[in-house]
């Protein structure tokens, strides 16, 4: 059985926000937000790559399994979809936070760090 176009999109964009933060850490315009891939960054970018990929592929390859079960193909379809929209939401929302009330993102929390020292 092929792998959902939903898995792929998912993939796909996961992989793109993991190479280019990886660029952004390369060239020094980035500092990584969360604390336990900060760490893994410390070991080296390889490290980070991998880590963040199997937390990418591990759950996709989950949801593929469940979607094999009897009956399981629309309720997974429509987990990806929401996840999907979530992240696009979550992702476009602090960017545009970031650049609408940057102080308020900072006192938030909200915006990684390289977004900030993008600018």
């Known amino acids: 059985m092929r792998l959902l176009r939903e898995t792929w999109i998912v ?3 996961a992989t793109l926000d993991c190479l280019s933060t990886i660029y952004l850490l390369h060239t020094g315009k980035a500092v990584e937000a969360n604390p336990l891939l900060a760490r893994v960054v410390s070991w080296s970018l390889l490290a980070f790559f991998l ?6 592929i591990a759950p996709l390859g989950g ?3 469940i979607r094999r079960m009897p009956g399981k193909e629309r ?3 429509m987990m ?3 996840g999907l929209v979530a992240y696009m939401v979550i992702y476009f929302g602090a960017m545009l936070l970031e650049f609408k009330f940057p102080d308020a993102a900072r006192a938030l929390h909200l915006i ?3 977004f ?3 600018f």
Do not use: A, N
Request: no cysteine.
């Open 11 to 13: 993939g796909i964009i």
């Open 51 to 56: 880590v963040k990929m199997s937390l990418v």
């Open 63 to 65: 949801l593929e399994r």
């Open 75 to 77: 309720m997974v379809k």
């Open 80 to 82: 990806m979809r929401g």
């Open 112 to 114: 990684p760090s390289y």
């Open 116 to 118: 900030v020292s993008l």
